[in-house]
């Protein structure tokens, strides 16, 4: 079964995850709509958005005002993971996703009688639990002292020298790194990704002799570096909180969210810890982190 993941960024700057269970679903600011918006930002009905064997669509239904992908109005059209639909001051990022279950109860389940699957399920959790538990557990282990770094230590260079394929270059990297720059309050490692990809562009910038964008794209870069690292020191307090007051919801959230921001980089005695740490309370303790 599939199911519709919906990022919702908000003028305000709060962002707002929702799961629709099905194939479709409508933005707007109708009642019935799953989506709902303000009605002086939407039309009752907006957006609809459906699934298909090739993947998620978005249709618009009302152009007052017009719906937008990545920045362009469009009327029908696929939408490639990472694209952004934007409704007023609204962003939103569609994902689809695979919903497990709907079929686990089918199959060698059916010959069960009541009792057995009564024990399966006391069995199961409690058999996790005891593997977890072999060793003397008094919480989590403490994180490695050493945090990795985000990005390499050394600036990146441009993979050009000669002007006219830097500047070529440039503008690529340039534009990549707006597009992740944007996406970053719903994907971490595009933040992370588009720094590097600002400073690329700079030293590119440079080379074709283009020192006001050079300038430009560094700008942008270091102020973003400055912005992924201040939330990435803020998630690693939320997770030292989190593990000295055993909120396991909130120690789920913020693993993840740590590993998101270590996405790409070389394995480290940090990352392997998070990755560790995940693993034992999704055993331990199921998924309570959603909704939270």
Sequence with gaps: MSAL??????????????RIDGDRALVGSGG????????????VEHILVSTGPGGVIAEARSFQPPPLVNGAPF????LVPGSILG????????????????AVATGKEQG????????????????????????????????????????AEEAPSCPQTGAAQAGSVAEDEYSIALSKHERRPFHIPDGVQAVTRYETAAAC??????????????????????????DFRTHRVRLEH?????????????VRVLLAFTEGRPQTDYRAWLS?????????????????
């Design 5 to 18: 993941k919906f990022d919702i960024r908000h003028a305000d700057g709060r962002v707002e995850e929702l």
């Design 32 to 43: 019935h709509c799953e989506i709902r918006m303000p009605i002086d930002q939407a039309a």
């Design 75 to 78: 009327s029908r059209t696929q």
């Design 87 to 102: 409704v007023g001051t609204t962003q939103i990022m569609v994902t689809q996703i695979e919903v497990a279950g709907a």
């Design 112 to 151: 069960m009688s009541p009792m057995t699957r009564v024990l399966a399920l006391i069995m199961i959790p409690l058999a996790a639990y005891i593997i977890l538990d072999e060793e003397e557990d008094d919480g989590p282990a403490a994180a490695p002292e050493e945090v990795p770094q985000l990005w």
């Design 205 to 230: 910038f440079r080379i074709a002799g283009e020192n006001d964008r050079a300038q430009l794209a560094a700008r942008q870069g270091a102020k973003l570096r400055g912005e992924v690292e201040e």
């Design 242 to 254: 989190a593990l000295s007051t055993r909120n396991v919801p909130l120690m789920q959230k913020e």
């Design 276 to 292: 560790n740490l995940d693993r034992r309370l999704k055993v331990k303790y199921g998924d309570q982190s959603k909704g939270k």
